[in-house]
């Protein structure tokens, strides 16, 4: 493994929808200015302009990144011992998969 060179900031992370006052998605963490801020995009379906579910899904999906993390590091560490112990081991293109997910999130030298 390498080094790990920087964190991410702790969560739970939260979604604040858009205001009158900026249009903008927040995902949101305790002790922090914004973690994310998701430009909105709008579209008129003759009611009124109304937010795409897109924008809101993808600030679901960046908001829940350190549980997500979190989960395939246990699943990673949880492979490495069945390994140890001669156990059946999560098949080398899914482990692969959990290893690109953690490196890409872990700044590593």
């Given amino acids: 493994m390498g080094r790990l060179m920087s964190t991410h900031t702790p969560g739970?992370?939260?979604?604040?929808?858009?205001?009158?006052?900026?249009p903008h998605i927040w995902v949101n963490a305790p002790k922090s200015s914004g973690v994310a801020k998701i430009e909105t995009c709008n579209y008129d379906d003759g009611q009124g302009e109304r937010l795409?579910?897109?924008?809101?899904a993808n600030a679901r999906l960046i908001s829940a990144a350190p549980d997500l993390l979190d989960a395939l590091i246990?699943?990673?560490?949880?492979?490495?011992?069945?390994r140890q112990d001669g156990l059946p081991t999560i098949p080398a293109p899914a482990?692969?998969?959990?290893?690109?997910?953690?490196?890409k999130?872990?700044?590593r030298s």
């Fill in 12 to 22: 739970p992370w939260t979604v604040e929808p858009p205001s009158e006052q900026t």
């Fill in 52 to 56: 795409i579910d897109e924008d809101f």
């Fill in 74 to 82: 246990m699943v990673r560490d949880a492979d490495e011992d069945c």
């Fill in 95 to 103: 482990r692969a998969k959990i290893d690109r997910a953690i490196a």
């Fill in 105 to 107: 999130a872990e700044v």
